[in-house]
């Protein structure tokens, strides 16, 4: 935690500092999940030894943390909604046979931002600017005309590391509120015998989703406070030149915020729309932090593909690490 | 196709001939997904030779095949609906500026069967029942309270093969009603010069939704007459023991069906709830066709994650070869 | 409150005393709706005699009683999501001018039950059977092939009768559990100097609503204990021929119901079904409520019409009482 | 149709002369619907005379409009979603039996202008204001924080007015670009010996909709070219003071538009925002149209309730028309 609030004018030399618009040039639109380059993809491949699939993803249904309290205003999200088209209880009443077929059908109404999923780079804005400084006029109600999460869909493919902080540090689960700082991710890659490269998927244990999985409730969770990045890790995240960050919280970055009032996430004013870091929120990691306990082993292969659905500003997924 | 047309009486014997009931254990619900085991995903991971990732989905939008006109009563299907909960015109507005970020939220509306997608296993019912011999009131408007498609989270990873049966056949596509023989399978496979295995996932193109997409209309996809799976493939599929079997038509099996008035989809009724085969439809191939055509290789990790929408019969996929 | 609980028999006795099948018709489909008459109507006109418009509906948004907390299962309704398919965001951004207009569309999703409501008569069975007989399987994931509510699209019209029963009993609001009498009804319209008439829509005030509103809360409300209707009162609603009867409650009937363990809502299981009564729930009585007690007229003309949605078992509606 | 294309500069001129702005008070959200008076609906309940209700809504479900071929650009609306969240084949199923009631509940997903509708004052922009001068940038993806649906929800109660041109002028259906003329509008009102006056509720018959019913088919009426008004009867329902107007087609005036390029629906840009008119589109008039010839009385009381949807821009209604 910085020993002052962080101003517009911090954020503003930070957008100075970390901007990558330009960099893969003027018409990209995936910003830094082109950090990873097929070789990487190939050696992330060798990381399968046991061939176990561990998926981080939450379940997407009534019981996720969509409408549950939080101190701050609501977002409008909800859980998913699932429906029924067609039915076993309709086969079994005899209704279908006219079809000569006895099948069921269904149907999903979600906000794409309401469980385990990928923000896209139309997602946040700075200013008026999206990533590689697109106009954010881009992102009308037909969706997103630049940078729609359509244009990742064959990404999401490399090395994964997984950083559990909480662990490192001697925890459970790291309190709300609690910075984590580029000082702690190193540590945390240095206690598991990690190495954090150029476009790798790294993902971040905070606990705090397992801790609310066993209170039974998700009230505080979306939205709300919650342990996470430091505004400062954005030089780590600079540095290492990483193709994306994902972690088991809503937001990714430490609530309440490291800034004065009126500023609401600052983390994702710089990573989203400045250096065109797609991130990964809501990631479901217990599996894989009680495996990595097992054996030891913090890196593996990452496929994490979203759902293209066209001009979409981010995706629900089902995070794969398979080892 | 058969000299005669299927009756009931054929399909029962089918499917007395394919039942995997209690294969693997009275409480199973993911099927044939159990023929691949961890060694055969190391094998698949030692595939990525290139770096190279190819997804096999369509885009979800209005440009889908659903609402095109068939000859056949509609399902009631319609392309997804992509709305937006927050824009960046709001943002340029000035409206968002009270939450101190600016920021784009989204929604879709789907039904799961839209797209490039799986048939999870309560998709299909064999009279009262399904998969396993679970009775089919299993699947009420409450979605299904087994075998939904959730239980396969952590599924859909292993060596992909494709077979590229117009090539083989010296066509560009199969022609509507042309049905897919089990030696048809044999022979392309032999052509490319590669063997299907236990546990393998199987991508069978037809041709059918390239001729579409170039003619520039879905008109006759949805649910339309369409190359496909004889019913005696059944026989190819048993006896490779293969995890799941993919294409790029609407419904995987050929169409006119091969059987007498009142059953159609015959090939559906044996292989889901008799068999415990998930099924891919609507996949997208034309991209890994060419790059197959090109390194002469048609094998590969393939890893399709299914949204573990709880309870769900089916889900809409990005499925991935890496290569 | 019966002295005992009510048992199966004794709905079993109630269906064969009210059952109004065949009443109208083998194939009507809309039940006592019927009783109003022409010259119902004309009269009821003659009722407008300030020209004044009162709404008893609640506004259907994110404020609605849905999603609150009960100690009953909850029934997986929402309030209604609200979205919208272009703004004046969108137009002060100038992305809409290449239409030559700037306008705003908007859409809905929300279960036919979340807000100010008609139970239409597909919505409750007795047993296998709908309203006159029918078989239940009238009712598929297609929607009521029988009694949808589209069927009532030109009825909900005729003589209101407000009956204020807690400040007929001298109360501001009832209490929860509290189960109004066909003497309490009587005794209510005797004090306001009003009789119930065949063919009129008795709107009943409990205060339940108004006390929530004031409180601030839903909690309690959906699906919860409640004051309403109690059993016998029935006998009241065949004995009056009245077209159709709402309340201010999330269910009419009283709560916890009058029955012994396994059957819930045992008035709906007549009113709906045997008797074909068209029910109206969650209205807002507040505001006719107050200009009753200012003018001391309890009659109106009451129009309330379904939003003829094909195969629906209810619909949204903004009653009007216009004195 | 002028003898030149409109100009932006008539559009301007127009909007000079026929401005409501403050008419109201700088706070009115509801324009035009203030012309009615609580006389005026005394009055209209005088015209109920023979008990007859007759509905002026198409049914709301797949058969409706939306979807079919125009030669415009669509507009992404479909018609309605109806699913069902319970249904009688659960209930013959015995899976609901646990509940202790067999109930069935629905749910739908339509956008607000797919069938039988009012636009609200949200619903188009002039240049960046909407009615009465409010910032157009108040209708957000958030709805519309002024002139929402929702204020209307005591209002759309008056005396109707029916207006059957095309049989005043000897023909069944108006020709697509027929371009209605204040003197049309005069003559029909003439030959049906009816008169409008201050707070009506006008419904003009185009005979395009029964023209498409009979054809079996909606291509060209959703945003095609069209019988209806002209630009210049804006001077009519000025004079008139009319409370609002409806027509039997997709969008009330004539198409093509008798504009210039790059103007489209200018007859809109005038009566929304600058005089604050409420308009029905897409209304049924069929019925209602034989029954005036039947009876020869043109004149009724209207009812037409919106459902009041929290900052909606317009809603489905099912107007009712009591003669």
Redesign the interface.
């Known amino acids: 935690m910085p020993s002052r609030k962080l101003t517009r004018d911090d954020l503003r030399q930070a957008a100075e500092k970390y901007k990558n618009w330009g960099k893969w040039g003027a018409d990209d639109e995936i910003g830094t999940l082109n950090y990873t380059?097929?070789?990487?993809?190939?050696a992330?491949?060798?990381?399968?030894?046991?061939?176990?699939?561990?998926?981080l993803?939450?379940?997407?249904?009534?019981?996720g943390p969509q409408?549950a309290k939080s101190k701050y205003?609501a977002?409008?999200?909800?859980n998913?909604?699932?429906?029924?088209?067609?039915?076993?209880?309709?086969?079994?009443?005899?209704?279908l046979d006219h079809?000569?077929?006895?099948?069921?059908?269904?149907?999903?109404?979600?906000?794409?931002?309401c469980g385990t999923q990928w923000d896209g780079l139309?997602?946040?804005?700075?200013?008026?600017f999206?990533w590689n400084g697109y106009?954010?006029?881009?992102?009308?109600?037909?969706?997103?005309q630049k940078c729609g999460i359509?244009k990742t869909?064959?990404?999401m493919?490399g090395r994964g590391v997984f950083l559990d902080v909480p662990r490192a540090l001697g925890k459970n689960a790291l309190d709300d509120g609690y910075a984590i700082t580029s000082d702690d991710l190193d540590k945390t890659a240095k206690a598991q015998n990690v190495t954090v490269k150029r476009g790798d998927y790294v993902v971040v244990r905070t606990g705090q989703m397992e801790a609310k999985l066993a209170a039974g409730s998700w009230d505080g969770y979306p939205g709300g406070d919650a342990p996470g990045f430091s505004f400062e890790t954005l030089q780590w995240i600079h540095d290492r030149q990483i193709a994306a960050i994902a972690s088991d919280t809503w937001g990714c970055e430490v609530r309440p915020n490291e800034?004065e009032a009126?500023?609401?996430?600052p983390w994702?004013?710089i990573t989203i729309p400045i250096m065109g870091l797609t991130m990964g929120e809501i990631f479901y990691v217990a599996d894989l932090a009680k495996d990595c306990v097992e054996d030891r082993v913090y890196e593996f292969?990452f496929?994490?593909?979203?759902?293209?659905?066209?001009?979409?500003?981010?995706s629900?997924?089902?995070?794969?690490a398979?080892k």
Chains 1, 2, 3, 4 share one sequence.
């Open positions: 380059q097929a070789r990487d993809i190939v992330a491949a060798q990381l399968v030894k046991k061939g176990k699939v561990i998926s993803a939450l379940n997407f249904d009534q019981h409408g205003p977002m409008g999200r909800i998913p909604l699932h429906m029924m088209l067609r039915t076993g209880t309709d086969a079994y009443s005899g209704v079809r000569g077929i006895r099948a069921a059908d269904d149907m999903v109404v979600m906000p794409l931002q139309g997602h946040v804005f700075y200013e008026n999206m106009d954010c006029r881009q992102v009308t109600t037909s969706g997103a359509e869909k064959d990404k493919v800034t009126g500023i609401n996430q994702h004013w292969m496929v994490a593909p979203a759902i293209p659905i066209t001009g979409a500003v981010g629900p997924t089902n995070p794969l398979i």
